[in-house]
Structures are given as C-alpha cells and as structure tokens.
C-alpha cells in the first residue's frame, strides 16, 4: 500500500518561490498517475497539476507557465516548483496517487486518486 508524506510549505511573499516534495513509500502500481491539488477552506479540492506513467505531464490554467511537477527516482518522490506565487496560491497543497491508465491521469479526475498525504500550507502574502 502506497503511503505519501509531504513537505516544503511555508510562507513566501507574492511573486516568490517554493518547492514543495511528497515522499512516496510502499508499492508502487504499474500505471501509476501522480498530482499535487490544493484546497482552501471552505471550498472544493482543485487540482493544480498531474504526472502520469508515461512522464506526461498536465497543469490546470491557474498555474501553467508558473508551477512545474516532477519526479526523482521513477516516483519515489514528487515535486511541485512553483514560481511567481500569487496571493490566491494560498492554500493546503496535498500530494495524491491513483493507479489509472495515462488518459486517465488529469487534474479533472479527481476522484480516481485514492491514496492521499496529510497535506502542506503553503501561504502568499503581500
């Protein structure tokens, strides 16, 4: 069973950086899709970005051109680089991992991701 733990949250000023990791640890699945959504209270998780077995990565609009999802180690870890934050950046950022086929593997799917971590704060102030 896949077990994930984040790390890297913080606070940053608007416009800054951070990089954001999930370390995955357990057996991994053959097709596996892995992605970082975000969520703040009061409001339904969104997704923010995905990686699918093939390496294929996608980006929902708010964050394309400034966060970048990777992985070290043929997905022992995760990353999210996210560059030029803005205050709506704002939230509790969750590493999440689904064992779905490449075309499955979108921030829109959110309900195939069954394995969870515990989430990291990442706050933007002005």
């Known amino acids: 069973q896949v077990q994930l733990v984040e790390s890297g949250g913080g606070s940053v000023q608007v416009g800054g950086s951070l990089k954001l990791s999930c370390a995955l640890s357990g057996s991994k699945p053959a097709k596996i899709c892995m992605g970082w959504f975000r969520q703040v209270p009061g409001k339904e998780r969104e997704g923010v970005a995905t990686?699918?077995?093939?390496?294929?990565?996608a980006y929902a609009d708010k964050v394309k051109g400034r966060f970048t999802i990777s992985e070290e180690n043929v997905y022992d870890i995760l990353y999210l680089q996210m560059s030029t934050l803005k205050a709506e950046d704002t939230a509790m950022y969750y590493c999440?991992?689904?064992?779905?086929?490449?075309?499955?593997?979108?921030?829109?799917?959110?309900?195939?991701?069954?394995?969870w971590g515990q989430g990291t704060q990442v706050t933007v102030s002005s």
């Open positions: 990686i699918d077995s093939d390496g294929k990565r």
């Open positions: 999440a991992a689904a064992d779905v086929e490449p075309h499955f593997c979108s921030v829109n799917h959110l309900r195939l991701f069954g394995t």
